[in-house]
């Protein structure tokens, strides 16, 4: 069975600082693994996602995400901190392909 | 601009009355989808439709059913809505022809029960 864990439901930065949030999946297949980020009642929007092509993945905004397989994780970073970062991240893997399973999310607080 | 648009943002309902959640998608999607979300538990699939007229339950299919007469548009329904259906819905869409899409949100839908 696939699942996603995100570790951390709330994580506190100063602005400036470097983001990590924290994601380990379990698949039986190669995963495709995506993060999305959620603002204040609004719909998710794909920050990034991994395919296989490189296991470092740019996005949207400034974040990253690197895959290993070694350690099942795709934890997503960013190395400045904004106050617009802050916001509901949600990591999600997709396997096999078209299940989508979504971690419980992590708050990102960004304080001044 | 791709768009999955759903109908009511916000919805207050009172107990035991029917709902209607409406969504559609202009990318022809093949697939779509009914999350509900609720703080620390993520996202939870009600229902999913993998083509015209088909439907699949999700994790947590009971007191919702669901419909889709067109490719375009599917609609969550509450036969009989209770309180502990007050929640976030979300509708996504997705292409089975993109192996490595991703889905596609609306906006929400927030939905109170009284």
């Known amino acids: 069975a696939q699942s996603v864990t995100q570790l951390g439901s709330h994580v506190s930065v100063s602005e400036g600082a470097l983001v990590l949030l924290r994601c380990n999946y379990s698949s039986s297949v190669p995963p495709y693994l995506f993060w999305y980020v959620q603002y204040p009642n609004q719909g998710l929007q794909l920050l990034l996602k991994?395919?296989?092509?490189?296991?470092l993945v740019k996005g949207i905004n400034g974040f990253e995400a690197e895959f290993k397989k070694s350690e099942t994780s795709f934890h997503l970073t960013k190395p400045s901190a904004h106050m617009s970062d802050a916001a509901e991240y949600f990591c999600?893997?997709?396997?096999?392909?078209?299940?989508?399973?979504f971690g419980s999310g992590t708050k990102l607080n960004v304080k001044p | 601009d791709v768009k999955v648009t759903q109908s009511s943002r916000y919805l207050v309902k009172r107990t035991g009355e029917k709902v209607f959640l409406e969504c559609v998608q202009d990318?022809?999607?093949?697939?779509m989808f009914w999350y509900r979300q609720d703080p620390g538990l993520g996202l939870r699939l009600i229902y999913f439709s993998y083509d015209v007229k088909m439907k699949e339950k999700g994790d947590i299919p009971e007191g919702y059913s669901v419909s889709r007469e067109k490719k375009e548009r599917f609609s969550l329904i509450l036969e009989s809505a209770s309180t502990n259906q007050t929640s976030m819905y979300l509708c996504?869409?997705?292409?089975?022809?993109?192996?490595?899409?991703?889905?596609?949100f609306g906006e929400g839908s927030r939905l109170t029960v009284l």
């Open positions: 996504a869409s997705y292409s089975t022809g993109r192996v490595s899409g991703e889905l596609f």
């Open positions: 999600a893997v997709s396997a096999p392909v078209g299940k989508f399973y």
């Open positions: 990318m022809d999607h093949e697939n």
């Open positions: 991994y395919t296989s092509a490189a296991t």
